[in-house]
């Protein structure tokens, strides 16, 4: 880990921190440990926006240095890969919440490795996910949230895939800040992945088994 990149971008050094990262990134640094010290300079942020230290300025900031940070990260991993396009995949933020840098990353590792994918950005209606399914016919949606309230837009989702009738034509992951194994188990998905790794292995397997 680089302790000083996680310092750059927790105290809000925008130009240090790009800086950093493509020297990081020229030196032979894997990409994906840019992004995990990007992670972890997100939860820092995001602890002192709890404790009232940071407000909503520096949470901007803090997700525009991330996506720039991204915008590096992306053609070095896509030079490792030499994949076809194979199984299809929906992934959106869901209803009422607008986080996508998580999504993003995710989206990213599919296409990378190999999967079609479809981003439906996001606050993301629950028609629209139903719509997208029927048209796009993915093997696998993936739900991405990061509010509180974004437990019941999953499960709202969730429960209208299957009301249209298409529950059984799809495995459904969900995944971002604040989700974890309950949130799934309430949302009535199949699984939930920790990281952008954890989409790829589900969908992976999901789709390999078929
Ligand atoms: C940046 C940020 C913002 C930015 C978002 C910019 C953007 N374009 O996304 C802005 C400023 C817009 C924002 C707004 C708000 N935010 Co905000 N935000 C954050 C912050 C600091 C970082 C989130 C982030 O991008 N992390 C970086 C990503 C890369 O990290 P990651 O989670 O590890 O990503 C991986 C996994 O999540 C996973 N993943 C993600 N999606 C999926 C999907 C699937 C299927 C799978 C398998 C995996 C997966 O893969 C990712 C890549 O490996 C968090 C704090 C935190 N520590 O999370 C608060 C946080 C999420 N925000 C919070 C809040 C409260 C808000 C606001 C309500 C503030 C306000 N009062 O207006 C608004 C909400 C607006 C809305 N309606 O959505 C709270 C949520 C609390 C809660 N429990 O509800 C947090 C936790 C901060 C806090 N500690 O209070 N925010």
């Given at each position: 880990m680089s302790e000083q990149l996680v310092n750059y971008i927790?105290?809000?050094?925008?130009e240090e921190a790009l800086a950093l990262a493509k020297k990081l990134l020229d030196g032979g640094t894997p990409p994906a440990q840019i992004l995990d010290d990007c992670r972890e300079a997100m939860t820092v942020v995001g602890k002192r926006f709890e404790e009232g230290q940071y407000f909503i300025p520096e949470l901007i900031l803090a997700g525009e240095m991330l996506k720039s940070i991204s915008t590096e990260v992306k053609p070095r991993l896509v030079g490792s890969h030499d994949v076809k396009k194979g199984a299809r995949v929906i992934v959106g933020t869901v209803?009422?919440?607008?986080?996508?840098i998580g999504k993003d990353i995710v989206v990213?590792?599919?296409?990378?490795?190999?999967f079609e994918v479809l981003d439906l950005g996001i606050d993301v209606a629950v028609e629209t996910f139903v719509a997208k399914i029927t048209?796009?016919?993915p093997a696998v949606v993936g739900l991405s949230g990061f509010l509180t309230l974004?437990?019941?837009s999953m499960k709202e989702t969730v429960a209208a895939i299957q009301a249209a009738g298409l529950r059984d034509s799809v495995k459904i992951m969900i995944?971002?800040?604040?989700?974890?194994?309950?949130?799934r188990q309430y949302a009535g998905a199949d699984a939930y992945g920790v990281d952008a790794m954890a989409a790829v292995s589900l969908?992976?397997?999901w789709t390999e088994a078929r």
């Open positions: 927790a105290e809000m050094q925008e209803k009422g919440d607008i986080h996508d990213f590792m599919l296409d990378v490795n190999g048209e796009f016919k974004a437990y019941d995944g971002g800040g604040t989700m974890d194994d309950q949130v969908a992976r397997q």
